[in-house]
């Protein structure tokens, strides 16, 4: 008697294990995170391919990048220079050497891992020409189109300066546009009224703005980092705590211009003016004005087009792993054979797995792509035709032949090569059948 009444909690669990399975195989683990690019499921004809929009995880990019300095003989150390503190003249006790590695303040310095004591960090010459402008380009390459995801922050050893401009370049560094100035005084540098990115709105969240909160406070060790806000940008659309991503991905995917403005492929830093701490430059001093910065963070991934999930480095290059029938750094073209339908930009929408926008094989109509040799084997050996179809061996069926053929009646149940794998129950579900319930049937019948 208790066996029967056991039976029925066996099948319940059964059945809610396998709505388990059937939610995880529709779902990506991450709602949201575009991180899946396609998932087997099964149709009435068979297992097939769900295609989603998908993009690489997020990453520290300054590990890709490579840096030039303009003027190029602006590094100090050559010849060897002694430098003063900004705050107290008479303390001239930094030497910058380039021969001797202790004492050498390469660029390098700027992308090296924090938290070594003494800081390491890049520092240009002194202002000895003066009155001539101590001015510096620093710009950062990729050679690839890649995604802001976070504030962009540098970190001055060295007073802020009183001027600087970030500036963005999308064509690899022929044309640049203006991210952001900024300044002790905005009108007086830049003619520009000051703001803050409080100021903007949805409305006014592409506009250039000149901004006094970064250049002022030489003297503080807090003091000493300049952002470039784009987490505050994205929480115009996305709420305070970016809690409503699906809004900020519905603007990116029906807005090219904002799209546009948090993507780079290189990132220029002028610095137009060093710290002087004073209303006038000590002429006499001139050893305490410089710039020194000790580290840049850049986050962001692979632009792919919302076509490929992962983005590696090889060969000194970064490049998009496309999937859906696209091809390129970028994930920007169809691949051969597959311009069935113009090429298109994955979208977001809906949510959360948005629209892959697959390339279709050419002269077939709106099929894709069935079977190849990597990603989308035929099964119990089966042959792939043309990326068409399978040719099954006898006894097997299905699009990719992960079904038997069925020989008679009641045969059938169960002897899918392919099902079992994406059937298996949870092993939570799996710990309660087997030690919950099968130890009380055993018990009851005994």
């Known amino acids: 008697m208790r066996a029967a009444m056991l039976w029925p909690v066996l099948f319940t669990l059964q059945a809610v294990c396998t709505s388990v399975v059937h939610a995880m195989q529709h779902y990506p683990a991450a709602w949201g995170h575009y991180d899946v690019c396609k998932?087997?499921?099964y149709t009435e004809e068979g297992l097939a391919w769900d295609y989603m929009a998908c993009q690489p995880e997020a990453t520290d990019m300054t590990k890709y990048l490579r840096v030039a300095l303009d003027p190029p003989n602006i590094t100090c150390g050559d010849p060897p220079e002694t430098y003063c503190a900004l705050e107290n003249p008479y303390m001239c006790n930094n030497e910058c050497d380039a021969a001797t590695e202790e004492l050498a303040h390469p660029p390098e310095l700027m992308f090296d891992f924090e938290g070594r004591n003494p800081t390491t960090f890049w520092q240009s010459t002194s202002w000895k020409k003066y009155p001539k402008p101590l001015q510096v380009n620093i710009t950062l390459s990729w050679n690839k189109t890649i995604e802001l995801t976070d504030d962009?922050?540098?970190?001055?050893?060295s007073g802020r300066p009183e001027q600087m401009v970030l500036e963005k370049s999308l064509d690899y560094g022929r044309t640049w546009t203006p991210y952001q100035f900024y300044a002790t005084d905005c009108l007086d540098a830049f003619t520009m009224e000051p703001?803050?990115?409080?100021?903007?709105?949805?409305?006014?969240?592409l506009d250039i703005i000149c901004t006094e909160d970064y250049s002022r406070g030489y003297v503080w060790k807090n003091d000493k980092t300049v952002r470039f806000e784009i987490k505050d940008r994205f929480a115009l659309f996305a709420g305070p705590r970016l809690h409503n991503m699906a809004s900020l991905y519905g603007q990116l995917d029906t807005t090219?211009?904002?799209r546009d403005f948090f993507t780079i492929t290189d990132l220029r830093i002028r610095l137009l003016k060093p710290a002087t701490g004073a209303t006038m430059v000590d002429e006499n001093n001139l050893s305490r004005y410089f710039y020194a910065i000790s580290d840049i963070k850049v986050q962001g991934r692979c632009k792919c087009n919302l076509h490929a999930n992962s983005c590696v480095f090889d060969k000194g290059k970064l490049g998009c792993e496309c999937e859906h029938n696209t091809t390129g750094p970028d994930c920007?073209?169809?691949k051969r054979h597959y311009h069935g339908r113009a090429w298109s930009v994955g979208s977001y929408l809906p949510i959360p797995k948005g629209t892959a926008n697959i390339c279709i094989p050419s002269n077939h109509g709106p099929v894709p792509r069935v079977c190849d040799n990597a990603m989308l084997r035929c099964q119990n050996g089966?042959?792939?035709?043309?990326?068409?179809?399978?040719?099954?061996?006898?006894?097997?069926?299905?699009?990719l032949c992960e079904r038997a053929r069925c020989q008679g009646p009641g045969q059938c149940d169960d002897q899918l090569s392919g099902r079992a794998s994406l059937h298996h129950h949870p092993i939570g579900c799996q710990l309660a059948l087997t030690l919950v319930v099968l130890p009380l049937l055993i018990s009851s019948l005994c």
Do not use: A, M, W, Y
């Open 39 to 41: 998932s087997q499921i």
């Open 152 to 157: 962009i922050v540098l970190t001055f050893e």
């Open 195 to 205: 703001k803050t990115v409080n100021d903007l709105t949805q409305r006014t969240l």
């Open 256 to 258: 090219k211009n904002l």
């Open 332 to 334: 920007s073209r169809c």
């Open 382 to 399: 089966g042959t792939c035709h043309h990326h068409q179809r399978c040719h099954c061996s006898p006894g097997f069926t299905g699009i």
